[in-house]
């Protein structure tokens, strides 16, 4: 890949205030997309539309929620107004997650899993695919992660949530593949952010030591991997679940 191999391109990326989501923003903005960052925290969400436009990168933000039908519809509207009504690569990114044992776990935090790790992204997907397909072109990628292939106890309704959103990323990819959009999902393993640090504290770096390459990623190498299945570099690729996890689900 190459710096300004987006450029012309609008992309949407869900919660880009920090860890992955932020830096595949700022990646994406680094090869020449006008980057539309999303998230909860005007504060944050600022911050890194600042240091996009820093390092003269092209940057807006957009507070969303993104939990429901309603709150997806209201994003696309005020993305696709602030973009100039286009929007041509989508990033779903939002995401959080509550651990705990399957006997301890509260219907409030099922529901709000499975609204914002899945409704959400499903609402946004039925918004704006189907205008990337009138077009003829566009790229979504979703991420996911490793627990959504295989079981950590703990990690049940979180794991659920996004074995459902790799089922959708290959349903997608049949759906809309013919009229020229791809849709691929980047499924990480153990990455420092700050959410994945005050969740599991000591036990993220003996979690990265299980897998093959022994340590736990930066969000960057995420990133690095959603970006490039949203340039023409990955043309031919559609439906397909891209573990980034180290080797850990080779084993």
């Known amino acids: 890949m190459t710096e300004q191999d987006l450029a012309g391109r609008t992309a949407l990326v869900t919660g880009s205030t920090s860890g992955i989501g932020e830096a595949t923003a700022k990646q994406l903005a ?5 980057v539309i960052v999303v998230g909860r925290r005007q504060e944050l969400g600022d911050g890194v539309v600042a240091a996009i436009r ?3 990168g092209k940057a807006d933000y957009v507070r969303a929620e993104l939990s429901d039908a309603a709150s997806a519809r209201e994003l696309a509207k005020r993305a696709l107004e602030t973009s100039g009504g286009q929007i041509d690569i989508l990033i779903n990114n939002a995401g959080t997650a509550v651990f705990g044992p399957t006997a301890e776990t509260l219907e409030e935090n099922w529901e709000m899993m499975f609204n914002t790790n899945l409704k959400g992204h499903f609402f946004l997907v039925a918004e704006l695919a189907p205008k990337m397909a009138a077009r003829g072109k566009g790229v979504i990628v979703n991420t996911s992660t490793m627990v959504g292939q295989f079981a950590v106890p703990g990690m049940a309704v979180y794991g659920a949530t996004k074995a459902a959103l790799n089922l959708l990323t290959k349903s997608w990819a049949a759906e ?3 009229a020229g959009v791809r849709v691929n999902a980047v499924s990480p393993g153990t990455t420092s952010t ?3 640090v005050d969740a599991m504290g000591d036990g993220l770096d003996e979690l990265g030591k299980q897998a093959p390459l022994g340590y736990v990623a930066d969000a960057s190498e995420i990133a690095d991997a959603i970006v490039y ?3 023409d570099k990955s043309s031919y690729i559609t439906g397909t679940i891209l573990n980034v996890d180290g080797g850990r689900t080779a084993i």
Request: proline letters at 6%; aromatic letters at 6%.
């Open 54 to 56: 820093a390092a003269d």
């Open 229 to 231: 299945l949203t340039t």
């Open 176 to 178: 809309f593949g013919p």
């Open 194 to 196: 700050r959410k994945v």
């Open 30 to 34: 680094k090869h020449g997309a006008h």
